[in-house]
Each structure stands twice: as structure tokens, then as C-alpha cells.
């Protein structure tokens, strides 16, 4: 099993887009997502979602600042050999968007069994 972490940083007014790439038989598990807006943000929003399966998550963020989101002992996987894309909204003028994401590959059929 192999991790790493991810991360992107845009200029202001930019969506931030960071993808983690499939590997043939093995599974994308997440298993954290931080961000931060350098102002309160008009319409943030930080999306992680399987980009031939469009399965994921979303969620609205309202405040300025860092914050994260821990995705449990599971994490979230997608389908064996997808790319995911995480996505960190456009905060507005003059604010600024970072994204960091730690991910990690399992293999297909031993996350299988892990999991039944």
C-alpha cells in the first residue's frame, strides 16, 4: 500500500484542482481533506469525486481559515484504476483557496476482502 499527500494553491478568485491518479487494479482511498479560504469565502465549497463514477463528496465551507475533514478508518474509496478530483471552489475576489489531501491505493481484491 502506498500514500501521499497532495496539494494545490491558486491565485485568488481561482478554483483549486488537485487529482489523484488510478492505478490498473488498485482502489483511490482518501483518507483526509484540508483546506482554507484566506478571507470568508462567497460560495466555497470543497469537492472530492471519482471522475468516471462522479460518487464522492461535497461540502459547502462558510468560513475563513483552515479546516479539515477526516474520513475515518475506511476513508472514502473509489472504483479500482478511477482518477479523483478534489476541488476547492473560487472564494471571491481577493481571496485566496489551498487544498491538501493525503491518499492512498489498495489493492482491488484485498480491499475487498477487508471490507466484507
Known amino acids: 500500500m502506498q500514500s501521499a499527500a497532495y496539494r494545490g494553491t491558486e491565485a485568488a478568485n481561482t478554483a483549486v484542482s488537485v487529482t489523484v491518479r488510478g492505478k490498473i487494479g488498485q482502489r483511490v482511498v482518501l483518507d483526509a481533506l484540508a483546506w482554507s479560504y484566506s478571507a470568508a469565502p462567497a460560495g466555497g465549497r470543497i469537492s472530492a469525486v471519482g471522475v468516471t463514477s462522479s460518487r464522492g463528496v461535497s461540502l459547502d465551507v462558510t468560513v475563513a481559515g483552515a479546516d479539515s475533514l ?18 476547492l471552489a473560487p472564494g471571491g475576489a481577493a481571496v485566496v483557496g489551498s487544498v491538501s489531501v493525503v491518499a492512498r491505493w489498495v489493492d482491488d481484491a484485498r480491499w475487498q476482502t477487508a471490507t466484507s
Open 70 to 87: 477526516p474520513l475515518g478508518r475506511y476513508g472514502i474509496p473509489f472504483d479500482a484504476g478511477e482518477d479523483v478530483l478534489i476541488t
